[in-house]
């Protein structure tokens, strides 16, 4: 219902989002400050030691590998990289955080001042009114810094263990001093489908950069938001909520929007926004208060004593700067421009999956250039389906580039019908199999004899003469009559083209 009403929200209202992403560096093998190993679950506090439980005079070392991971992730998402920062004390007092204190950063952290262009089709329900229904929306960064991750709570009992019905509460170290990079973005975002395109394109990157797994569902990628509302043409900010426990890319959307119409329908109905955190419960689909929000000076910040300062040179920014990989903007850029396939098509190889995008250049470096198009029409179709269908990724399917290139082959020869194409494909992608023995165990070459076809026509064409006089008479529709006749006599494996043209030269006489 939030959904549907959003539309006529954001007539009369404007939301204001920005977002925190936590994205654990799940691709270093220790911890932050610790040798401990990074690794999803295993047996509760087993991958822990003094440093990272926080055992007194037990000392942080920062680990190198993260702070590049970090430096690195910046530059690729047009970041200022500080020459000169250092890790603070955040202080709270949570039973997830051993220490009482999180080793993060404050004011001085490793990247900022950057942003992405992040590109929106019309969802349909959250449309802005001031944007065509497709627009390219520039949403800034205003930080990117380093910290270690916390415990894992488990709520034990009530219902389905929620936190509300809990009886007891079990923590789990095996997290805890995992390198945790948060970026915080600007309040730029203005819709719930902005908001989930650039986590979706921020994932990408990170996937692409080789820092982080960013499994959403394990919790090596979390993002929460913060959201307010206000008058459309107003620029005061409202009071903004943080919404939190969006495990999913359609969480943190339909959470947002739910928010949105939450705070529009308290404001309109006389009532105020308090400032709090509160929790999304996808099954209810709906957000609920948590806790109020804490300020920066509730955590009373100090510089971290344990650590010195860091000071980047200029040299050893452009050194990693060097190890940057071809971003997606860039990938598809470069499939645009080398093989001629339009945006679309190159937007959608290079927006989710990594794998696709190799998948195609392989399949076009077999196929051939000239034969980009149908290839990338045989995958965001027929291969795209598949995928979707049986919940699997490219990298999980038996299909693999040389088989699309082959079966691309096969159409372009005249050797199948592009109908067959599909069968085709179903069959390869259940078995495994190449197109070309597929064709050949089935029978399904097509005749493109041109004898042998003319052959079959001049029979048809004599079997039905009230259907030739309508053809001359001017109803030259019926040419459909006559290609479904030669078809059917010829086991559908007659070459359509083929059938038209000795159609055409006959009925024409």
């Not at 969480?251 to 705070?263: N, W």
């Not at 309109?268 to 300020?295: F, M, P, Y």
């Not at 990338?376 to 291969?383: Q, R």
């Amino acid at each position: 219902m939030a959904k549907d009403r959003l539309a006529s929200v954001l007539e009369r209202w404007e939301a204001v989002i920005g977002l925190e992403i936590h994205t654990e560096l799940t691709a270093l093998n220790t911890k932050m400050f610790c040798g401990c190993p990074v690794a999803f679950g295993g047996e509760p506090n087993t991958r822990v030691c003094p440093v990272c439980l926080g055992m007194p005079g037990a000392l942080p070392v920062p680990n190198r590998a993260a702070i590049e991971a970090t430096v690195l992730a910046g530059l690729a998402t047009n970041c200022t990289i500080a020459e000169w920062s250092q890790f603070h004390r955040k202080n709270y007092f949570y039973p997830d955080m051993p220490k009482n204190y999180q080793i993060s950063q404050y004011d001085l952290p490793f990247c900022a001042d950057g942003f992405l262009d992040v590109e929106v089709e019309h969802d349909g329900a959250a449309q802005r009114p001031d944007r065509d229904a497709g627009y390219t929306t520039r949403i800034g960064i205003t930080r990117i810094h380093l910290e270690e991750d916390t415990g894992k709570m488990i709520h034990v009992g009530g219902s389905e263990g929620r936190i509300a019905g809990a009886t007891h509460s079990l923590v789990d170290f095996n997290r805890a001093g995992t390198g945790l990079m948060e970026l915080v973005t600007e309040p730029d975002i203005r819709t719930p489908e902005e908001a989930r395109r650039f986590a979706q394109k921020l994932r990408l990157i990170w996937l692409t950069l080789g820092v982080s797994d960013c499994n959403m569902e394990e919790g090596s990628m979390r993002v929460d938001a913060n959201v307010s509302v206000r008058p459309r043409g107003e620029t005061e900010l409202g009071t903004k909520a943080e919404i939190k426990n969006m495990n999913s890319f359609k969480s943190l959307h339909d959470a947002l929007a739910h928010e949105i119409v939450r705070q529009t329908e308290e404001l309109d109905n006389g009532g105020r926004i308090v400032q709090e955190t509160r929790h999304w419960d996808a099954g209810a689909k709906r957000t609920s208060s948590l806790r109020s929000k804490e300020e920066a000076h509730d955590y009373r910040y100090f510089p971290e004593p344990d650590m010195v300062p860091f000071e980047f040179s200029a040299e050893w920014i452009e050194s990693v700067r060097a190890t940057l990989p071809e971003l997606p903007d860039e990938k598809r850029r470069r499939l645009i421009d080398a093989y001629g396939i339009p945006v679309h098509d190159a937007t959608v190889l290079t927006g989710d999956d990594l794998d696709m995008a190799e998948f195609f250049e392989a399949a076009v470096t077999i196929g051939g250039a000239e034969r980009a198009k149908a290839i990338s029409n045989v995958m965001l179709n027929d291969l795209s389906m598949h995928l979707n269908a049986a919940g699997i990724s490219v990298a999980e399917s038996k299909v693999v580039p040389s088989m699309v290139a082959e079966l691309v082959g096969l159409v372009e020869e005249g050797t199948i019908s592009s109908k067959q194409a599909k069968e085709v494909f179903a069959e390869m992608a259940e078995t495994g199999d190449a197109p070309g023995a597929i064709v050949e165990l089935r029978g399904m070459k097509q005749v493109s004899d041109t004898g042998a076809i003319e052959e079959v026509v001049d029979r048809v064409i004599a079997a039905n003469p009230a259907q030739v006089e309508q053809y001359r008479g001017g109803k030259t529709a019926v040419i459909g009559f006559f290609v479904g006749q030669v078809m059917r006599e010829m086991g559908g494996q007659a070459n359509p083209k083929v059938v038209n043209e000795v159609l055409a030269r006959r009925l024409g006489g």
